[in-house]
C-alpha cells in the first residue's frame, strides 16, 4: 500500500532494503548454523538440573548426569553445582577416578554419543583441572583422539583449568564422545566447556555469512554508484 501511493522510483528502494534486512537475517542464522557443537551440553549446565547451590551429587555407571544426552560409562562421575569447583557457569563435572573411592574402584568414564559425518576431521576442545596425578584418555568412535593429553596437570581447581584440543576422524554416522579418568591417588578430574566441530566442513567452503558480506557489500556499493550517477545528473541539468 506504501509503494502504491509512491513514485515507482521509491517503491524499489524499499524492496532493495527489505532484501538487504532478509541478507542480514540469513547472515546471523548461518553463522549459529556453521559456529555450533555437536556435543549437547557442552557446558554441563542442564546437569543435574534440581541441585541447590554450592552441592556435589554423584551418578553411577548408566546413569544420565542430565536428560540424556551425557552417560556415564563406567564408574562414578560427579556434578559441581554452584560450588568452588566450577570453571564457567554454573556447573562443571568431575570423573572421580579415585581407586580407594567408596562410590566406584575406576576407572570412571563419562560418554556422549555424536552424530557425525564419515570420513570427517573433528576438532575437540575442552577446559580441564585436577587436583592429584592422573591417567587420563579422550577417545572419539573408539580411537583415541590425536593430540589430546594422556594426563591432566595436577595443578589445583579450580585454578588449574587449562584448555585441551584434538582432533579424530570419524569413522560413522555416530561416534561415542569418551573422557576417562584413572586418578593415581584420592582427588578427581574436573571438566568444562566441552565442544566438537567439524573441521572438514569449515576446509571445505567458506562460511556462508562470507558470500553475505559480499553480497551485501556489492548492494552497498551499487547504492553509492546510483547515488553519484544521480547526482552528477543533477548537476549537469543545473548548468
Known amino acids: 500500500m506504501y509503494c502504491a501511493a509512491r513514485s515507482g522510483r521509491r517503491c524499489k528502494w524499499v524492496g532493495f532494503f527489505r532484501f538487504l534486512a532478509v541478507l542480514g537475517i540469513l547472515a546471523c542464522e548461518c553463522s549459529v548454523v556453521y559456529g555450533g557443537s555437536a556435543v549437547v551440553d557442552g557446558g554441563f549446565e542442564n546437569a543435574d538440573p534440581t541441585a ?24 562414578t562421575v560427579g556434578v559441581d553445582t554452584q560450588d568452588s569447583y566450577v570453571y564457567d557457569g554454573n556447573k562443571s563435572v568431575f570423573l572421580d577416578g579415585s581407586a580407594a573411592t567408596v562410590f566406584s574402584p575406576g576407572p570412571d568414564s563419562l560418554t556422549q554419543t555424536l552424530t557425525t559425518v564419515p570420513g570427517d576431521i573433528y576438532t575437540l576442545d575442552f577446559f580441564a ?12 568412535g573408539g580411537a583415541v583422539v590425536t593430540g589430546a593429553p594422556t594426563s ?38 574436573e571438566i568444562d566447556d566441552v565442544s566438537v566441530t567439524d573441521s572438514s566442513l569449515f576446509a571445505a567452503s567458506p562460511e556462508p555469512p562470507t558470500w553475505l558480506s559480499v553480497l551485501i557489500g556489492t548492494a552497498i556499493g551499487l547504492i553509492g554508484m546510483a547515488r553519484s550517477r544521480r547526482e552528477a545528473l543533477s548537476l549537469i541539468r543545473s548548468v
Open 129 to 140: 583441572a585436577a587436583d592429584t596425578p592422573n591417567n587420563f584418555m579422550v577417545t572419539f
Open 152 to 189: 591432566i596437570a595436577a595443578n589445583g581447581i579450580p585454578a588449574g583449568f587449562a584448555a585441551y584440543s584434538g582432533t579424530a576422524m570419524a569413522t560413522s554416522i555416530s561416534s561415542d564422545l569418551v573422557f576417562t579418568s584413572t586418578d593415581l591417588s584420592l582427588g578427581t578430574v
Open 52 to 75: 541447590p547451590p554450592d552441592t556435589t551429587d554423584y551418578f553411577t555407571a548408566g546413569m544420565s548426569i542430565d536428560s540424556g544426552a551425557w552417560i556415564v560409562s563406567q564408574g
